[in-house]
């Protein structure tokens, strides 16, 4: 015969235990009642399952619509090399990894150049920070932060003393595995009351492996007493093997084409037509009482790399000839030639240039390991 030591319950107790679990249960929170529902449950498959497909469909980042034609106008064009005059940059570099260095710049008989100005520049692969002052004292700062992978913030800040001159801007580039979203704001302003300045958003999607297409809106204010305004433009990027085409269509009427192809391994060539039609954008019957004209310029350009040189040349139909060398003779000598001839006005400019790289063994070898290993470079 067994007994039973512990303390008899009764059955009005455990009837009161029971209600006190009910209690003591876990209450629903009004976040998952929102998440754990038929419609957010429904609304998740589809996500995944359009997911699924956009990455079955090996769709590649197109870059951004601001660089949308890069090919032809950064790299194979020679507008943002092109100089006149005599220029002399010495640089020193004093560390790899971060990057830092300083340089200057002496120019000579250059109508767009300052006659001396000091560069700094420091860089991580999180971090880029470059400040440039001039002989007048005008100081152009830039500064870069990547926050993760995808998005990059950058700051670029110009202070003169000449009025007007002062310029503030703010870009943030998001990079998606199949698109680009950009947001640009230029001299934002909320000291007269109201927001003044201009921001630029625009946005380019892959749809299919080899094509792209995208936006881009503008929306401006001058003053607090103006109204705004607002422009919207359309591009559209096709990438074959070996070749580059884009398009854009501007809402004052701007067409701009351009065309890469890599003719060898060395050689690239391209093709840029910019067609404006004057009167569109400027009210109702501009283009009928004002007559409607057009503008256009092409210009075909080439590049050539050659072991220690690079060798760029262009003509386009406003009788401009433009050519411009780039010779590495030391290792840390590079001269730089630049001619143009405008057939039309009968004028003629020249420009040279040497630039002195200054650097020890040590950090050579720090900067070729550097440039060996696959760490993110600096967000440029």
């Known amino acids: 015969m067994s007994t039973w030591s512990g303390p008899a319950i009764s059955r009005a107790e455990a009837f009161a235990a029971e209600e006190n679990a009910k209690y003591l249960e876990p209450v629903p929170s009004s976040t ?11 609304v998740r498959r589809a996500y995944r399952a359009f997911s699924e497909r956009r990455e079955a469909l090996g769709l590649t980042n197109p870059g951004t619509v601001e660089n949308i034609a890069r090919e032809v106008q950064k790299d194979v064009f020679l507008n943002n090399y092109t100089f006149t005059g005599l220029r002399a940059d010495l640089t020193r570099a004093f560390s790899a990894a971060p990057m830092f260095q300083l340089s200057h710049a002496f120019s000579l008989g250059s109508g767009s150049l300052p006659p001396y100005s000091f560069v700094a520049l420091y860089g991580t692969s999180q971090v880029l920070l470059q400040a440039n002052v001039d002989n007048d004292g005008q100081l152009n ?36 595995q199949d698109f680009t979203a950009s947001l640009k704001a230029l001299n934002p302003s909320v000291l007269d009351g109201g927001f003044t300045g201009i921001l630029v958003g625009s946005y ?25 305004e607002t422009a919207l433009s359309y591009c559209a990027k096709y990438t074959g093997p070996d070749w580059i085409a884009s398009a854009q269509l501007q809402a004052q009427g701007a067409i701009t084409t351009s065309y890469w192809r890599r003719l060898t391994d060395k050689v690239e060539a391209g093709v840029d037509l910019n067609l404006q039609f004057l009167g569109l954008g400027r009210g109702r019957g501009a283009g009928v009482l004002g007559g409607m004209g057009k503008e256009g310029v092409a210009t075909v350009g080439a590049k050539y790399d050659f072991r220690t040189s690079t060798f760029r040349a262009q003509v386009d139909s406003s009788g401009k000839l433009s050519c411009l060398l780039e010779k590495r003779v030391l290792p840390i000598v590079q001269v730089t030639f630049a001619g143009e001839i405008d057939q039309v006005k009968q004028q003629a400019k020249v420009g040279l240039a040497v630039s002195l790289e200054a650097a020890s063994e040590d950090l050579m070898e720090q900067q070729e390991k ?9 967000p440029f």
């Open 32 to 42: 998952s009642v929102l998440l754990d529902n038929a419609l957010a449950t429904s």
């Open 141 to 176: 700062a830039r500064a870069n932060y990547r926050w993760n992978p995808s998005l990059i913030t950058k700051t670029n800040a110009q202070i003169a003393s000449g009025p007007g001159q002062s310029m503030l801007q703010i870009d943030h580039d998001y990079t998606g």
């Open 204 to 228: 380019l999607q892959s749809v299919t492996p080899r094509l792209a297409l995208g936006l881009e809106a503008v929306w401006q204010r001058a003053a607090i007493n103006a109204g705004p």
């Open 370 to 378: 550097a440039a060996a290993a696959a760490g993110a470079p600096p």
